[in-house]
């Protein structure tokens, strides 16, 4: 059973460029977080998406970022004309759908390098 | 408001010698309260978790959390430290009155480092 898998795994991009990221949760698991971890700031919450729907996006900077979870396919972390401040690694995580206690399994992780 | 505090940044001990890595937390309610690690470049892994029943928990790779409630606590501990234990450690909380909203509040994350 293949875990949380994220890709790519680095991207470098020049600012105003688009990042995407993409996340395959593990099998059975209808519940996609996505965090953005800087070394000074821990990790922070970013997006939580269900199945097509958007559950809680305060962590989501009001401009340039968006996710999606689509009913079939991975879900995406997308940044619209990076900036050098975008650098971090991005991590999603999974749970399983109807679980009341929280376990989430995390990606190996995505990390964006804003040139 | 919900919170979680890791008050240590940077924990040092021996190989061979006891750890603790501190977590006190602030909820409405019965908390769900998890450990979690993460290696250098790698993603997070769960460690453990305390929902409900005994206080002292026991996870991976020899780990063990006390839930204190009156000290609002959720220190972890190791009763032998080794050197491959080295990594940055992470509390998490859940508050479950806080409805389907299933988002953990992390602490910010304290890094343990174990001296041969």
């Known amino acids: 059973n293949a875990g949380v898998m994220q890709n790519p795994r680095h991207l470098v991009r020049r600012r105003g460029q688009e990042a995407r990221l993409r996340c395959s949760p593990m099998k059975g698991h209808s519940h996609v977080y996505w965090y953005r971890q800087l070394p000074e700031e821990g990790l922070k919450f970013m997006v939580y998406l269900q199945k097509e729907n958007i559950i809680d996006e305060s962590g989501m900077p009001k401009e340039r970022f968006s996710a999606e979870f689509p009913k079939e396919g991975p879900s995406i972390l997308r940044i619209q004309q990076v900036v050098r401040g975008d650098s971090a690694a991005y991590f999603c995580?999974?749970?399983?759908?109807?679980?009341?206690?929280?376990?989430?399994?995390f990606g190996e992780g995505s990390r964006l390098t804003v040139l | 408001a919900q919170s979680v505090a890791q008050p240590e940044d940077q924990v040092n001990v021996a190989e061979g010698n006891p750890l603790t890595v501190k977590c006190t937390y602030s909820v409405s309610g019965n908390p769900y309260l998890f450990w979690y690690v993460q290696y250098p470049n790698r993603g997070l892994q769960f460690l453990l978790k305390?929902?409900?029943?005994d206080n002292l928990v026991k996870g991976s790779y020899g780990f063990e959390a006390e839930f204190n409630k009156s000290q609002t606590s959720f220190h972890l501990k190791k009763p032998s430290a080794l050197v491959s234990d080295s990594a940055l450690y992470f509390c998490?909380?859940?508050?479950?009155?806080?409805?389907?909203?299933?988002?953990?509040?992390w602490g910010l994350g304290t890094s343990l480092a174990v001296n041969p």
């Open positions: 305390y929902i409900t029943g």
């Open positions: 995580a999974s749970s399983l759908g109807g679980a009341n206690t929280g376990e989430l399994f």
């Open positions: 998490a909380v859940r508050d479950p009155s806080a409805g389907n909203n299933r988002k953990l509040i």
